[in-house]
């Protein structure tokens, strides 16, 4: 019998009220949002624009009248948003002035290997000694990693279509805390072909990170997963088993925020950057026509028609691109934005606070951008991945296909320019991530996708004992990639396989 099988990312309110304790939270719906401030390129060349950012530690407000200690790119959570533009292509230089080493993923970005933020492809802080910062030897023998020094420049040709992408840490067993503690940002591509579209733009375009935190009396992040007093609380204990889950939610940094808008078409981004709490959005009240969110776009893509969803379901990494039309509310109306749990109980994200109205010409048309449908006959074979977790004498394993990772094995060896059907099956729910290859989920347990699983996606939610199909276009590079889950806990336990495009 699988563990946790029901109720997965979502902490009773009794356990999640003991998480953080002694401090004062705010208010919900008291602190504004705040929109991550956009990263300008330190030069523009032919050969595209060139980013320089500072993964460093500060002091910042989160919970109001508290320091929270943040490791961030260029100090921030979020970190900065670069805007770039497709096939214009960026290289962005990421320096280390941590104290522990760093890995850079760009997520759902077509990238070559040398620049995909592999595990073990690190940057180092200056002074750091190379040697004996994992504890598993033979996930990650000492001769396959590579060193940086404090700096690497990672190059994104970014020749693929407008989309959500962010990139966050991805450093060998440590990608769970390192990311909760901030090292995560919005990239957004952009095209002609969304350009031409008459979707709400600008200020009314607004990325919206969503995750999760736990503080300590004293404002800092607590990662209950390292504490061991909170093994005792009921529903904490399952912190091994479900990842880490915090009580207070941020978007964009903010506890429980707050959004002025006009009666108008406001398009959101939502990323769920949370480390293993998956949300089932709702907006309350509700338009009551089953089109809270206008979904348009999906994790790497826009859609090729819009479609109605009354709630979202959001799994650790996916992207919903979604238009929220406010002109169905009064003026003075305020709408929160839920997170319905399976009891039925509805936990704050954030609210919205319909202002004033305003002149709207954004619409959403009724085809957006040109999409193709993979057809199953492409696929040149079918591979099986089996995600699970085994209870052993020394405790519990995640493994793919009976193995956890090491950095020498290679699970599968798809060909460049193929198309292949992989098959996930699951004991739990595991967000399944793969690097490089964007993908079309085909099927559940053999029947249609569902509501969620339209478009070109990079991560897909596979729930308890589900089997779900997907058809991956290994386009772009050769070299060695990665699949894992993207519950950072089972990741950092290595639920990790390489593939080597060939
Ligand atoms: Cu968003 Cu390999 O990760
Ligand atoms: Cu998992």
């Known amino acids: 019998v699988a563990f946790g099988a029901t109720g997965c990312g979502q902490l009773p309110e009794a356990a999640g009220k003991t998480l953080t304790s002694g401090l004062r939270l705010p208010e919900p719906f008291k602190v504004p949002l705040h929109i991550p401030r956009v990263l ?80 073990t492809d690190v940057v180092v802080p200056s002074g750091y000694e190379p040697h004996n910062h994992s504890g598993h030897e033979e996930m990650a023998p000492p001769e396959t990693w590579t060193y940086h020094d404090r700096a690497k420049d990672y190059k994104y040709p970014l020749r693929q279509p407008a989309a959500t992408l962010w990139y966050h840490d991805h450093r060998m067993d440590f990608s769970a805390p390192q990311v909760y503690r901030g090292l995560a940002g919005f990239l957004l591509v952009h095209d002609d072909e969304e350009d031409s579209l008459p979707l709400p733009k600008d200020e009314r375009d607004i990325p919206l990170m969503i995750c999760d935190r736990a503080f300590e009396e004293s404002g800092e992040f607590r990662y209950p997963a390292l504490d061991p007093t909170l093994q005792r609380v009921p529903g904490v204990e399952r912190a091994y088993m479900q990842g880490v889950q915090g009580d207070v939610t941020l978007v964009n940094g903010k506890p429980w925020p707050s959004l002025e808008v006009s009666a108008t078409k406001y398009r959101f981004r939502i990323l769920n950057a949370s480390n293993a709490r998956r949300y089932r959005l709702a907006l309350n009240p509700g338009p009551r026509d089953g089109a809270s969110f206008i979904q348009v776009g999906s994790d790497v893509g826009l859609l090729g028609r819009p479609i109605n969803h009354e709630t979202l379901t959001v799994t650790p990494a996916e992207r919903f691109d979604v238009v929220v039309d406010f002109a169905k509310y009064p003026v003075g109306t305020r709408i929160t934005l839920v997170n319905e749990l399976e009891s039925g109980a509805m936990h704050n994200v954030m609210q919205f606070h319909v202002v004033r109205q305003e002149r709207d010409e954004s619409r959403v048309p009724d085809k957006l951008a040109n999409f193709t449908k993979l057809a199953e006959a492409d696929a040149e074979n079918t591979r099986r991945f089996d995600f699970r977790n085994y209870l052993e004498s020394g405790g519990h394993k995640w493994t793919i296909n009976g193995r956890t990772f090491t950095t020498t094995y290679v699970e599968a060896k798809p060909r460049l320019g193929s198309v292949e059907r992989w098959r996930f099956t699951s004991d739990f729910h595991h967000p399944v991530h793969l690097h490089l290859a964007h993908f079309q989920v085909v099927s559940r347990n053999g029947r249609q996708p569902g509501p969620m699983d339209a478009g070109w996606k990079d991560t897909v939610d596979v729930r308890p004992f589900e089997t779900v199909d997907v058809l991956a276009r290994f386009d772009g590079f050769r070299g060695r990639y990665m699949m894992h889950c993207h519950n950072l806990e089972h990741e950092d336990m290595a639920m990790m396989a390489n593939f080597d495009v060939v």
């Open 40 to 119: 300008d390129p330190v030069s523009t060349g032919p050969d595209g624009d060139r980013y320089e950012v500072v993964e460093t530690s500060r002091e910042v407000e989160i919970i109001p009248g508290t320091r929270t200690t943040v490791w961030g790119y260029e100090g921030t959570f979020p970190g900065p948003t670069l805007h770039t533009r497709s096939g214009r292509g960026a290289v962005v230089r990421v320096a280390n002035d941590l104290t522990v080493p760093t890995s850079t993923h760009l997520h759902g970005g077509l990238t070559p290997p040398d620049s995909d933020g592999y595990p």
